[in-house]
């Protein structure tokens, strides 16, 4: 074994110095660390871990997109309809027939099938009893409303009759849901020029 010369080293020990000075600069120089991936950028465990948020991801968007389209086939879906009036509606809570309320379904004239074929329930949403409840309930309106503020005010005032006349006062933070077939008949007897109908909401 033959043995280094003094000279040897010293060069070693200097290319070793210089080295570590040139590493130690080099980190001196790089960006702040934020995320443990960016130490170890090929570390296995994150690739993992990568590859299974990944997977679970996709697997929730597909379930979310199963949940939508099972969502609007049951909103296309008017089966749960017993008077044969009702029409679809844009959520499942909506979904509500005169038929399942035992309160509204008591109030059906036998001869008749729906609560909107009932005389009382069409003089509660003509025109001019939705007027006055308007009216009564925009006491401090200080100007005429425009034709669509006023349609969806005589819509709101033939709903809130129709709620009264079945429930009683609910009280302003209280709201129950109101059949589909009463629904479908406010609108068309006040349809909104724009289309933005609102429901019992």
């Given at each position: 074994m033959q043995n280094m010369s003094?000279?040897?080293?010293?060069?070693?020990?200097?290319?070793?110095?210089?080295?570590?000075?040139?590493?130690?600069n080099q980190m001196r120089i790089w960006p702040e660390?934020?995320?443990d991936e960016d130490c170890f950028p090929k570390n296995v465990l994150h690739s993992k871990q990568r590859l299974h948020d990944t997977r679970q991801k996709e697997a929730t968007q597909e379930i979310q997109a199963q949940s939508e389209q099972q969502l609007n086939e049951d909103?296309?879906?008017i089966r749960w309809c017993g008077c044969g009036n009702c029409t679809p509606m844009p959520s499942l809570i909506e979904h509500l027939c005169c038929h399942e309320q035992p309160i509204i379904f008591s109030k059906i004239p036998d001869e008749r099938n729906c609560i909107t074929e009932c005389k009382f329930f069409n003089e509660l949403i003509s025109r001019e009893r939705a007027d006055l409840n308007f009216k009564m309930t925009?006491?401090?309106?200080?100007?005429?409303?425009?034709?669509?503020e006023y349609t969806r005010g005589l819509r709101k005032a033939s709903?809130?009759?129709?709620?009264?006349?079945i429930y009683g006062n609910l009280g302003t933070s209280r709201t129950k849901p109101i059949p589909s077939?009463?629904?479908?008949?406010?609108r068309s007897s006040f349809p909104d020029?724009?289309?933005k109908n609102i429901g019992f909401l």
């Open positions: 003094l000279q040897e080293t010293a060069i070693s020990c200097t290319s070793h110095s210089n080295e570590e000075e040139d590493l130690l660390i934020r995320k909103v296309a879906d925009t006491l401090g309106l200080r100007k005429q409303p425009n034709d669509a709903y809130r009759n129709f709620s009264v006349w077939c009463v629904v479908k008949v406010i020029p724009q289309s």
